[in-house]
């Protein structure tokens, strides 16, 4: 795989490199790293891999979207070793196995879902000035550019090609489309919440069903409408992945608050639902004393250090888990209403089922409390 994107091509067209294509799909079924493939992720690698090594029309965009795979390797390697799960790559093969018994003619599918998801990690991660280690060498520019064009063709290019009904791609194509307006809206009413000082509680809920709830529901709708089922059960199967989308992005902004070593959301101004919950708690001196503190913190690491301090001894984290449970819990009754097939309601049930422990130990150690966080359930990009 690293071969896939250590250097652009010496031949400067993609000739060689496209003629290779298919020895490595017959190498690749022997692989031996795949005996530690126990999700069967790296089969969606592959494809994505593949599928840059067809479609790129210059070795430079090939080196530049071949750095996705490198990512997406890591990103892998990491659920595969501590038990979670990539959910864009999880969701889709599940629920395809749910209602057809088997997985295999969902993994384009995942390939597809899994851009989205890394696309849309990447512009977050430059809105929030981060830059991961395999993209040191392009600016942020190119980084922009790689994430605009994995989005606008790459997932579209994937349904175009599945052997599916021509009517079915076309709603493949419908609900990709309408489910990125939904991601697209929640974004933005995230970012219109930022450095406010009057958000409710509801505004917040708002944007997190929005920007996460309503992908992973996206992942799942593909992967019931690909599957053939029937309507209820493609509402309940799009049902549960907004509940887990929902869950884990709670899960994930309480981990922020408590573990991680540079805040990004109290650095932003990022107003996740620990935060506003405080506030709304709070009146009169006490609130005016905490927002400042808050716009403080964005600066200043000691006021960042008190804020942490506040919102761990309120109990918010702890209550802020708890809703996540809430939402875990919906996602497995509806797993038991929709009649799910073995071997998909086995992995489903899986990624509707909480962490409950800091896996590291000495985390927890340091936090005193773990409030029930995975440490691997943290920004859950994909």
Sequence with gaps: MTAVVDAVPADDTLTVR??????????SRTDNSDLDDIRGYKRVLRAIAELIAETAVSPQQWALLGSVVVGLDSCVSAPNKSGDVVPSI????????AITGEEDAAVPLAAACALV?????????????DRRGHWARHSAG???????????????????????????????????????????????????LTGAHEVTVGQVEAAVLGKTGERFATYCKLAAEMADATPEAMSLYEAFGREIGIARQLVSDCHELAF????????????????????????????RRFLDLLDRSRTDRHAEKLVREELRA??????????????????RAIIDRVGAREPGRARLLCVARPGFA????????????????RLDQSRPAA
């Design 260 to 287: 991680d070593p540079v805040c990004r959301d109290l650095v932003h101004g990022t107003r996740t639902m620990p935060i506003v919950a405080h506030i709304n708690r709070l009146s009169g001196s006490d609130r």
């Design 18 to 27: 496209r003629a290779g294509v298919e020895s490595r799909r017959a190498a």
């Design 117 to 129: 998801c890394v696309s849309i990690g990447l512009f977050d991660d430059l809105a929030d000035g």
């Design 142 to 192: 190119e980084i922009n550019l790689a994430a605009a064009t994995m989005l606008s063709a790459l997932p579209s290019l994937i349904l175009a090609s599945l052997d599916v009904a021509p009517p079915r791609r076309a709603c493949l194509q419908q609900i990709l489309a309408e489910g990125l307006l939904r991601m697209s809206a929640g974004q933005q009413a995230d970012l219109a």
């Design 90 to 97: 999880e969701l889709p093969l599940a629920v395809h196995a």
């Design 314 to 331: 309120s109990g918010e984290l702890s209550r802020v888990i708890f809703r996540a449970r809430l939402h875990y819990g919906r996602a």
């Design 358 to 373: 800091d896996p590291t130990g000495a985390s927890a150690a340091r936090a005193g409390n773990d409030f029930g966080l």
